[in-house]
């Protein structure tokens, strides 16, 4: 089945720093990613949408220069959280669309603390 | 603007009785409706997922009704067991791009 990978899982950082997110595609080629941050309990928020080769349209109400978004490969999509703050300690996932398949499949999510 | 509606937001079935969650949605350029199940601290995965030209479809213990003139569609959960204590999401897709709009998700829980 498609597989799609997130890296890291869990990440701790403190205020003030900047923190990587990357999102693969382990078995398949994705023009479009996307990413989502989830809050306890609560549905998944679409942040950005991830097309290779071109730039990020964002949701509106997110701050791109606060959440940098590269797609620089058929496989590869990562987010940059920028000078992060404990407001933005959430969980951060990823999907990415198989054009082959016509789904869209979610990586394991990666859990992000800022002190 | 919620674009899909879910209930109910929690859910307390015995083992071996029917999970029933139901969703419904304004935008008939939908095109796509997909189920997702997600475990505590993981990625959503997909369940089941159906087309508007179908009523139903059933995989396994998991059936999706469809009811395209209300604009519903439900997941069905036969002989529901405790490992499928999870939290659901129903979800529709635009056209655009594959961008899945999600309901606010059900917290299920299967008691053994």
């Known amino acids: 089945g498609a597989v799609v990978s997130q890296h890291p899982s869990r990440v701790i950082c403190k205020s003030g720093t900047s923190v990587k997110i990357e999102c693969r595609s382990l078995d398949f080629q994705a023009t479009t990613m996307f990413w989502y941050r989830q809050f306890p309990k609560q549905s998944l928020m679409l942040m950005a949408t991830s097309n290779e080769g071109s730039k990020a349209t964002y949701e509106q109400g997110v701050e791109k220069d606060k959440f940098l978004i590269n797609h620089a490969s058929l496989t590869l999509s990562t987010l940059t959280v920028t000078s992060a703050h404990p407001e933005d300690s959430s969980f951060y996932i990823c999907?990415?669309?198989?054009?082959?398949?016509?789904?869209?499949?979610f990586g394991p999510g990666t859990r992000l603390t800022v002190t | 603007q919620q674009q899909v509606k879910q209930s109910p937001q929690s859910l307390i079935v015995q083992k071996g009785g029917i999970s029933i969650i139901n969703c419904a949605y304004e935008?008939?350029?939908?095109?796509?409706f997909p189920w997702y199940q997600q475990f505590p601290g993981k990625g959503p995965a997909l369940l089941i997922a159906i087309r508007p030209d179908v009523s139903e479809k059933k995989e396994g213990r998991f059936t999706i009704s469809f009811n395209k003139s209300a604009k519903q569609f439900s997941l069905h959960i036969m002989d529901s067991q405790p490992g499928d204590s999870a939290t659901y999401f129903c979800a529709a897709r635009g056209s655009t791009l594959g961008r899945l709009y999600f309901g606010r998700g059900t917290q299920l829980t299967v008691w053994p």
């Open positions: 935008n008939t350029a939908f095109d796509y």
């Open positions: 999907s990415a669309l198989s054009t082959g398949l016509g789904e869209q499949y």
